[in-house]
């Protein structure tokens, strides 16, 4: 894989690009800022952004002429509208590992929710056991924050949310 530097000028973002990216652009910035620019943009043969839509925006709120990027010049054109796609979809099926997290952020001395990462944990302790018993149980909440284009959008995913059993609550920020 060959990383090839390209000015912003010469890159185009894709016109169809069905991520929503805007809320992320400071997170991405202030990492590319702390750690540097350590993932490139995936393009085609022609310039036109197939991943890093956001990096690509941050790069320009940091005032940066050039970015990293890979061509992708071995993929068609139907492959390269699914890796679209599928690079974005992987990361919306992923969930944390919060005892883990809780492990790797103590080891750590930055403010993570520069980056975006703004975990809600609320630990609250169900009824206690008999005093024989050895363990406690706990019932963990989370609050995830969905932002929607709509209101018709937003009905439909506190719908889908209720049917699938999880407990929600709408607020307008």
Not at 104 to 113: H, K, N, Q, T, V
């Amino acid at each position: 894989m060959d990383i090839i530097e390209k000015r912003l000028d010469e890159l185009k973002p894709y016109k169809n690009n069905p991520r929503k990216n805007d809320n992320a652009v400071d997170a991405v910035a202030a990492s590319i800022s702390t750690f540097g620019f350590k993932v490139p943009l995936v393009i085609d043969r022609d310039g036109e952004i197939v991943c890093g839509h956001t990096r690509i925006k941050a790069a320009k709120k940091l005032g940066l002429e050039s970015v990293p990027c890979v061509v992708a010049d071995d993929l068609t054109e139907e492959q390269i509208k699914a890796f679209r796609i599928a690079d974005n979809a992987a990361g919306a099926v992923s969930t944390w590992d919060l005892p883990a997290l809780d492990l790797e952020l103590a080891e750590i001395d930055f403010d993570m929710s520069q980056f975006g990462l703004d975990i809600l944990a609320e630990e609250a302790p169900t009824e206690s056991k008999t005093d024989n018993e050895k363990s406690v149980d706990i019932n963990e909440e989370y609050a995830v924050l969905v932002s929607c284009e709509t209101e018709q959008e937003l009905q439909r995913t506190y719908e889908t949310l209720q049917k699938e059993g999880y407990q929600c609550r709408i607020f307008a920020l």
